[in-house]
T-cell receptor
Framework: QKEVEQNSGPLSVPEGAIASLNCTYS??????FFWYRQYSGKSPELIMS????GDKEDGRFTAQLNKASQYVSLLIRDSQPSDSATYLC???????????FGTGTRLLVSP | DAGVTQSPTHLIKTRGQHVTLRCSPI?????VSWYQQVLGQGPQFIFQ???????GRGNFPDRFSARQFPNYSSELNVNALLLGDSALYLC?????????????FGPGTRLLVL
């Protein structure tokens, strides 16, 4: 079982819709969770972090964490074509501050 | 302020050769981490250095090595290159060890091994 799992997609949504990106992780003691956006040919950019169960909102982005289910998600409201990118879920490995990334979900927002 | 810089941007090598990749962190950042991103995959942690000391190592063979200099810049060295080493190599800097939320990635070096 992979440490961090994501559906590779692509996830296609029309402009203005809500995009829902999901991620599961295997290590129950993981404490910190991150979402990165990566445009094609570019480096990852941190867009959200979440540490406690529940929702965390930042503009059009909402991160949701459920530690009991070992599940973290990212909702993008009012999706724009400029949101088209690969979204990487990352978890901080217990005992050491290193990021463990999933394979990423490719999001396509059509005008 | 300048962000994380990496050189070279692109590199082509042949199997068995050696390569050195370089990273300059953001001014004031003392921690540098290296990641390998194979096409279609997420980045995979290779090393972290803080204050010139290795603070962590990922699951990579001994062909991979790194060091950090007194000015906090860093080099990643890969010996005896294999085709599977073809990837985007990312450097990330942070002001403190770990410091994920304050970690910024450089543009990467794209390595192709033929």
């Amino acid at each position: 079982q992979k440490e961090v799992e994501q559906n590779s997609g692509p996830l296609s949504v029309p402009e203005g819709a809500i995009a829902s990106l999901n991620c599961t992780y295997s290590d129950r003691v993981s404490q910190s969770f991150f979402w990165y956006r990566q445009y094609s040919g570019k480096s990852p950019e941190l867009i959200m972090s979440i540490y406690s169960n529940g929702d965390k909102e930042d503009g059009r982005f909402t991160a949701q964490l459920n530690k009991a289910s070992q599940y973290v998600s990212l909702l993008i409201r009012d999706s724009q074509p400029s949101d088209s990118a690969t979204y990487l879920c990352a978890v901080v490995a217990p005992g050491f501050q290193k990021l463990v990334f999933g394979t990423g979900t490719r999001l396509l927002v059509s005008p | 302020d300048a962000g994380v810089t990496q050189s070279p941007t692109h590199l082509i090598k042949t199997r068995g050769q050696h390569v050195t990749l370089r990273c300059s962190p953001i001014s004031g950042h003392k921690s540098v981490s290296w990641y390998q991103q194979v096409l279609g995959q997420g980045p995979q942690f290779i090393f972290q250095y803080y204050e010139k000391e290795e603070r962590g190592r990922g699951n990579f063979p001994d062909r991979f090595s790194a060091r950090q200099f007194p000015n906090y810049s860093s080099e990643l060295n890969v010996n005896a290159l294999l085709l599977g080493d073809s990837a985007l190599y990312l450097c990330a800097s942070s002001p403190i060890a770990g410091g994920i939320e304050t970690q910024y990635f450089g543009p990467g070096t794209r390595l192709l091994v033929l």
